[in-house]
């Protein structure tokens, strides 16, 4: 029934510490599909309180590789005893409730998760598919966590809460990552030059070389004049110089306008030997 589950990513204590907690889930599937959706962040650590069904092979099924966030789940008859060992409780929450609670939104959740986890295991709890968590559940909660979904259409699936504040932990976990180690988890690229691009980037007289040649080309193929320039050359250089070019593209693109010339000139040659025949015919008349 099981499928082979590839390892968790490591047995950190800030993730071990994080202890996600599903109340009387209806359809194992579910089960399933938030283990799936630990494991890409990194998350292992989950309590089932009073499930349906579990374990069975729809759970599995829906888990993919993350069999293993199964194998490693808690069954447990009641919140209390997923809660005993816990420093901290927060739980999904929609807001209006008659008594005002904390609410943080799921950022501030993670935030204050990793605040904790040092301490003890941190519990983020999740309701039933239907009704969520009880006003008596929720009152077991230092804090109240509040997904701002689109009012018109707020609920969300089980596994879809359960990705959204995954993926706030995962961020607030590698940005102190960044901090510590200076790896680039979270760093953007986007042109060349930025840590992970493959060839550096082009040079000024590299990309001067480019538009001098690129200007060459268009004169042989009779599609510019410099006696009469307009402003096509300005235009171009203001779209290849928004491009940030690397120097493999640069030579690419010097390859490229090198065939244009090449095959200009053929055709060139082809109609002047046909010029050059036709003249030798008239003159044979």
């Known amino acids: 029934m099981n499928k082979p589950a590839l390892p968790l990513e490591s047995t950190d204590t800030y993730n071990d510490q994080i202890r996600i907690v599903l109340v009387e ?81 799921p950022p501030q959740a993670a935030v204050t998760a990793a605040e904790h986890s040092s301490r003890g295991p941190v519990a983020l709890v999740f309701g039933r598919e239907s009704s969520g968590l009880s006003n008596e559940e929720l009152q077991h909660c230092h804090y109240h966590i509040h997904i701002p979904s689109n009012p018109d259409y707020s609920s969300l699936n089980l ?16 940005r102190g990552l960044e ?10 690229m986007l042109v060349p030059g930025d840590r992970g691009w493959d060839v550096p980037p082009a040079t000024v007289n590299e990309v001067e070389g480019f538009f001098g040649h690129l200007e060459q080309m268009l004169e042989d193929v009779d ?34 306008l090198s065939s244009a010339q090449k095959a200009a000139g053929a055709r060139e040659g082809v109609r002047g030997k046909a010029t050059a025949a036709r003249v030798v015919d008239e003159g044979q008349e």
């Open 25 to 105: 889930t209806t359809h194992s599937g579910n089960i399933g599909a938030v283990a799936r959706a630990m494991k890409n962040m990194g998350l292992g650590n989950l309590w089932l309180v009073n499930p349906s069904s579990f374990p069975d092979e729809a759970s599995y099924a829906r888990a993919s590789s993350a069999a293993d966030v199964l194998d490693r789940a808690q069954v447990v008859s009641t919140l209390d005893e997923a809660l005993s060992e816990c420093v901290l409780v927060m739980g999904t929450s929609a807001r209006g409730r008659k008594v005002p609670w904390p609410v943080v939104s």
């Open 159 to 174: 596994a879809m809460a359960v990705q959204v504040i995954c993926y706030e932990l995962r961020m607030h976990y590698l």
């Open 179 to 188: 901090e510590e180690e200076s790896s680039p988890y979270l760093d953007a």
């Open 223 to 256: 599609f510019h004049r410099r006696d009469n320039p307009r402003q096509l050359m300005a235009r171009l250089r203001r779209l290849f110089q928004r491009a940030q070019m690397d120097q493999m593209e640069i030579n690419i693109l010097r390859g490229v």
